[in-house]
């Protein structure tokens, strides 16, 4: 642990790291390094000209854009100077934009000037009327409209020491640093209030026990609007002082391309980019031997994900990850001393000072063995939803975190995931769980995807529906399919629907929206 960062706010951590190694390579992006100390002293540039602006303690600044030092340029100057990040995401088009940022009630936004073929001035600048909090538009990559404001000019901003020092004095661990909207996979998205402290909880948790340090460099393609790319990729190499190579998006390709370049110690992801990335042949190709640690996380993975990714990384620990936008990043991982055969059962462990326990309906403790809600407590959990008092209140009790993850705890402390609570549907009277259905399916050589739902039946009352995205080259059948479950199931938690896709419906953070899903009835 004494070469993690041990900081109470993200500036100082920043300013810690820059004091350290000056020099080393914080990021790379687009074939350049930067340093800890370039990042350090732009952040405190465009800092600066967010207090220029008259930005405040506890204002918003919305951020739409790829994963991109500009980015990490905002979070940063707005962790030193107490103002929030609202998480954005590029796929986000007029209805989301319209709730979160007013739901949010952002103060300014930082965009892309265009992307493919969607152009965010000319868009901002019609839909100014709807976000009435919105008063400071700054574009990047491209000139703005009339009264909007550059990024590069934001980003070089005299320095004005003394405000500027004053308002980092003002900034505190338990201060607002990022909002980040659930991904919507169900219902009303619900913005997530980060700390500074909530943030660092989680990081120098996953810091420490992930023994990252100099000598690590990792592909960065997790979107840095979420939990996973900005706590669990950003806050945690900062504090180890690792580098990673930023992805603007992510494409085999374009990880394919970087791997070649550099010689990667840790390859993070979640099961679908693991799975898209072993998919691709010239990924496979590569040498992966300087590879020590595979994390994977986002979603329960299943037993034949791992054992391809240990296959795939013949010196590297595979770990499982788990943690919520309400946990600002990673609360559970594989102990070291977990054999493999408990890494397929179980996601882990509590990693930190944080605590857990599985409940009934009624809110009871259950005792090892018995399945229930899995809920945490410590420095990690968020205060709650902005500005949804009673959803606050309906999740946060206590300081307990109910996650709506049902799960079971062994006598050991090991954590086994069963699937998320409202996917659980009763067939013919008995509970089944998607997730321990889709981890057979997995299984089966002709499958690269699947996602499995609860449809309404008129005799059984429901039953399951699985989507399978078939591996390439093959064409399973139906009936294959369900032959392969009768083996490996009981009779109650075998599909009765199956369905072929290409594709599936994805969240910006690289899951599978089931809610999509079930729309489709």
Same mark, same amino acid.
């Given at each position: 642990?004494?070469?993690?960062? %041990?900081?109470?706010?993200?500036?100082?951590?920043?300013?810690?790291?820059?004091?350290?190694?000056?020099?080393?390579?914080?990021?790379?992006?687009?074939?350049? *390094?930067?340093?800890?100390?370039?990042?350090?002293?732009?952040?405190?540039?465009?800092?600066?000209?967010?207090?220029?602006?008259?930005?405040?303690?506890?204002?918003?600044?919305?951020?739409?854009?790829?994963?991109?030092?500009?980015?990490?340029?905002?979070?940063?100057?707005?962790?030193?100077?107490?103002?929030?990040?609202?998480?954005?995401?590029?796929?986000?088009?007029?209805?989301?934009?319209?709730?979160?940022?007013?739901? $949010?009630?952002?103060?300014?936004?930082?965009?892309?000037?265009?992307?493919?073929?969607?152009?965010?001035?000319?868009?901002? =600048?019609?839909?100014?009327?709807?976000?009435?909090?919105? $008063?400071?538009?700054?574009?990047?990559?491209?000139?703005?409209?009339?009264? $909007?404001?550059?990024?590069?000019?934001?980003?070089?901003?005299?320095?004005?020491?003394?405000?500027?020092?004053?308002?980092?004095?003002?900034?505190?661990?338990?201060?607002?640093?990022?909002?980040?909207?659930?991904?919507?996979?169900?219902?009303?998205?619900?913005?997530?209030?980060?700390?500074?402290?909530?943030?660092?909880?989680?990081?120098?948790?996953?810091?420490?026990?992930? =023994?990252?340090?100099?000598?690590?460099?990792?592909?960065?393609?997790?979107?840095?609007?979420?939990?996973?790319?900005?706590?669990?990729?950003?806050?945690?190499?900062?504090?180890?002082?690792?580098?990673? +190579?930023?992805?603007?998006?992510?494409?085999?390709?374009?990880?394919?391309?970087?791997?070649?370049?550099?010689?990667?110690?840790?390859?993070?992801?979640?099961?679908?980019?693991?799975?898209?990335?072993?998919?691709?042949?010239?990924? =496979?190709?590569?040498?992966?031997?300087?590879?020590?640690?595979?994390?994977?996380?986002?979603?329960?993975?299943?037993?034949?994900?791992?054992?391809?990714?240990?296959?795939?990384?013949?010196?590297?620990?595979?770990?499982?990850?788990?943690?919520?936008?309400?946990?600002?990043?990673?609360? +559970?991982?594989?102990?070291?001393?977990?054999?493999?055969?408990?890494?397929?059962?179980?996601?882990?462990?509590?990693?930190?000072?944080?605590?857990?326990?599985?409940?009934?309906?009624?809110?009871?403790?259950?005792?090892?063995?018995?399945?229930?809600?899995? &809920?945490?407590?410590?420095?990690?959990?968020?205060?709650?939803?902005?500005?949804?008092?009673?959803?606050?209140?309906?999740?946060?009790?206590?300081?307990?975190?109910?996650?709506?993850?049902?799960?079971?705890?062994?006598?050991?402390?090991?954590?086994?995931?069963?699937?998320?609570?409202? *996917?659980?549907?009763? %067939?013919?009277?008995?509970?089944?769980?998607?997730?321990?259905?889709?981890?057979?399916?997995?299984?089966?050589?002709?499958?690269?995807?699947?996602?499995?739902?609860?449809?309404?039946?008129?005799?059984?009352?429901?039953?399951?529906?699985?989507?399978?995205?078939?591996?390439?080259?093959?064409?399973?059948?139906?009936?294959?399919?369900?032959?392969? &479950?009768?083996?490996?199931?009981?009779?109650?938690?075998?599909?009765?629907?199956?369905?072929? =896709?290409? *594709?599936?419906?994805?969240?910006?953070?690289?899951?599978?929206?089931?809610?999509?899903?079930?729309?489709?009835?």
């Amino acid at each position: 642990m004494s070469n993690i960062i %041990q900081a109470d706010t993200i500036g100082s951590a920043l300013e810690k790291a820059a004091a350290a190694s000056p020099n080393e390579t914080m990021m790379i992006y687009d074939g350049k *390094e930067i340093s800890f100390g370039e990042v350090h002293a732009i952040s405190d540039r465009v800092a600066c000209g967010l207090l220029e602006m008259g930005f405040q303690k506890g204002d918003k600044i919305g951020i739409i854009g790829l994963n991109q030092p500009e980015w990490l340029y905002t979070y940063f100057a707005a962790a030193k100077i107490g103002a929030v990040v609202t998480g954005l995401s590029v796929r986000y088009r007029d209805s989301e934009l319209d709730y979160i940022l007013n739901q $949010s009630g952002t103060r300014a936004v930082l965009s892309l000037a265009t992307m493919g073929d969607m152009n965010y001035v000319s868009f901002f =600048r019609d839909f100014r009327e709807k976000i009435p909090s919105v $008063s400071e538009f700054i574009f990047m990559g491209g000139k703005g409209f009339e009264g $909007s404001f550059s990024f590069d000019a934001l980003m070089n901003t005299d320095l004005a020491t003394d405000a500027l020092d004053r308002a980092k004095a003002s900034v505190v661990p338990v201060d607002d640093i990022m909002i980040i909207y659930t991904s919507g996979t169900t219902g009303t998205p619900k913005g997530a209030v980060i700390t500074h402290r909530s943030q660092l909880a989680s990081a120098t948790a996953q810091a420490v026990h992930t =023994r990252v340090g100099p000598e690590d460099i990792f592909p960065l393609a997790l979107p840095l609007n979420h939990v996973g790319g900005i706590t669990c990729g950003v806050l945690t190499s900062l504090l180890g002082r690792a580098k990673y +190579v930023l992805i603007p998006v992510f494409s085999p390709d374009g990880i394919v391309a970087q791997c070649a370049k550099y010689r990667m110690t840790m390859a993070n992801g979640v099961p679908t980019m693991h799975v898209l990335l072993l998919m691709t042949e010239s990924y =496979r190709a590569l040498d992966h031997s300087g590879v020590r640690l595979v994390i994977i996380g986002g979603s329960n993975a299943d037993a034949t994900l791992l054992k391809q990714l240990e296959e795939a990384y013949p010196k590297a620990r595979v770990m499982n990850l788990y943690g919520l936008s309400e946990t600002s990043g990673m609360v +559970v991982m594989s102990p070291w001393e977990s054999d493999f055969d408990m890494t397929i059962q179980s996601i882990g462990k509590p990693i930190g000072p944080v605590e857990v326990k599985v409940v009934d309906e009624m809110g009871n403790e259950l005792p090892p063995g018995e399945i229930g809600e899995l &809920c945490f407590r410590g420095d990690a959990v968020v205060k709650g939803y902005h500005g949804m008092p009673d959803k606050t209140n309906e999740t946060f009790k206590d300081g307990w975190l109910s996650t709506g993850d049902m799960g079971l705890l062994n006598e050991e402390g090991y954590i086994f995931l069963k699937g998320r609570k409202k *996917e659980m549907y009763i %067939q013919g009277g008995f509970n089944v769980y998607p997730v321990e259905v889709e981890n057979v399916i997995a299984g089966h050589p002709k499958v690269a995807m699947v996602a499995g739902i609860g449809v309404k039946d008129e005799v059984l009352g429901e039953v399951g529906r699985y989507y399978i995205i078939p591996a390439p080259g093959t064409e399973p059948t139906e009936e294959e399919i369900k032959a392969f &479950c009768k083996e490996r199931l009981a009779d109650y938690k075998v599909p009765r629907q199956i369905v072929f =896709r290409k *594709e599936l419906p994805m969240t910006p953070a690289g899951k599978i929206m089931k809610s999509a899903l079930e729309k489709e009835g």
